[in-house]
């Protein structure tokens, strides 16, 4: 048990629109400011696993910007927005093996470019596609946004999901970050307001989509023992799992209906000796409305194909019965990829968050999810050790 593995360290840099600065920088600066933050020397750090966004500029030359010459573990992890929690799984395994004693996990990009769209910066890191996808995209289907509203459009077509319940989730997102200091967007709003946001692809409008933003996030791991006297309380990482369903746009594909939560999220739990009842917070990815209500649906939060009425039950928000997203999500606080979830999970964790801390905290659950639904992670965390 004294192997069991932790995250002892956070570190985030400035986040939203901060010009001026290179994906590589982010991630350094993510890395110092994570050991900063467990108490530790950088170079106590044995082990680094990186994961890029669009700009696909972070990789193994990390080692060198950060002077880190004695590492024992070092790769790069790209499963999209599944990667935070896989790089998390892979430093506890490691850690538990005792391959190596430190490990950080680093996520950055840097897309936004001052005076230049959010939309725009994703549309200018695309590539043409070619082959059988070039036959989808000469019909206008070709991005993250028109691949996921075709599951969306899914999902209303097969439970009877509305707009309106997906516009539920911005705005409990919206309220939770409204006492997050570091979300990009706390102004409050309305399912009126998200009903008249301009169309991005039907079904989303412009609230349903999440932000785009700068900066970098870095998580360290490490043993309990290891922890014990360093700066922060420890995280204790109870349970993983990982789930990549290979959808297909063929007839018999779930795709849409079903996401990697129901594999993925067993899993974890069974790790960890729970059921999705002892949850007491849960941090999904949510780049868009719809994915949250998968999510949700597919951990069982609530049966299959009735996420619509749960989320407009008013269940969801600061005043709800069900902690979701505390920090905003990626709709309204940051987009770090799974590095959202995750970051908020570790503070909520610790208990510092402020004005959004959750009630109670005793079990957490962290989802990540990459691709059009392709990837899917899932971590369990606990301020509390077995």
């Known amino acids: 048990m004294k192997r069991a593995p932790v995250i002892a ?30 108490g530790l020397d950088l170079h106590e750090v044995d082990g680094l696993l990186t994961n890029t ?15 880190l010459r004695h590492l024992r573990l070092l790769s790069e992890v790209q499963a999209y927005g599944s990667s935070a929690g896989a790089m998390v ?55 993250a946004n028109t691949m996921y509203a075709l599951a969306a459009r899914r999902h ?23 006492k997050n200091p570091l979300a990009q967007m706390r102004d409050p709003i309305t399912v009126e307001d998200h009903q008249s946001s301009r169309w991005i692809a039907e079904p989303f409008h412009l609230l349903d989509c999440c932000l785009v933003s700068n900066g970098g996030v870095a998580v360290l791991v490490t043993s309990a023992d290891r922890a014990a006297g360093l ?29 990697g939560a129901t594999l993925s999220g067993p899993t974890a739990l069974k790790m960890a000796g729970i059921t999705i009842a002892d949850i007491d917070v849960a941090e999904l990815y949510d780049c868009y409305t719809y ?32 902690a979701v997203n505390t920090g ?7 987009y770090m990829w ?17 004005d959004r801390q959750a009630a109670r905290n005793d079990m957490i659950l962290v989802s990540g999810n990459g691709g059009i639904l392709d990837h899917h992670s899932t971590l369990v965390l606990s301020p509390h050790a077995r």
């Open 291 to 322: 994915t949250a209500l998968i999510s949700l649906e597919d951990y069982g939060f609530c049966a299959k194909g009735e996420g619509g009425p749960f989320v407009a039950s008013g269940v969801l928000g600061p005043e709800g019965s069900l």
């Open 328 to 334: 905003g999500g990626q709709l309204s606080s940051y």
């Open 89 to 143: 799984q892979y430093a506890a395994m490691a850690v538990m093996s005792g391959m190596a004693d430190v490990v950080a996990c680093v996520f950055a990009d840097a897309p936004l470019k001052d005076r230049t769209s959010g939309g725009a910066a994703y549309a200018a890191a695309g590539r043409h596609p070619t082959g059988w996808q070039g036959l989808t995209a000469a019909s206008g289907i070709y991005s």
């Open 156 to 178: 209303m077509r097969a439970y009877g999901t509305t707009s309106e319940q997906l516009g539920h989730i911005a705005v409990a997102q919206r309220a939770w970050a409204a």
């Open 338 to 354: 799974g590095m959202t979830p995750l970051s908020e999970a570790v503070i909520q964790a610790r208990g510092q968050g402020g």
């Open 53 to 67: 966004g669009i700009t696909a500029d972070v990789g193994l030359g990390l080692q060198r910007d950060l002077g």
């Open 9 to 38: 360290g956070l570190g985030l840099t400035e986040l939203g629109k901060v010009y001026g600065r290179t994906a590589p920088e982010f991630a350094a600066q993510a890395v110092r400011l994570a050991a900063a933050d467990a």
């Open 231 to 259: 700066a922060q309380p420890a995280v204790h990482i109870r349970g993983w799992g990982q789930a990549h369903p290979g959808y297909v746009m063929g007839k018999d594909s779930e795709f849409g209906l079903v996401s």
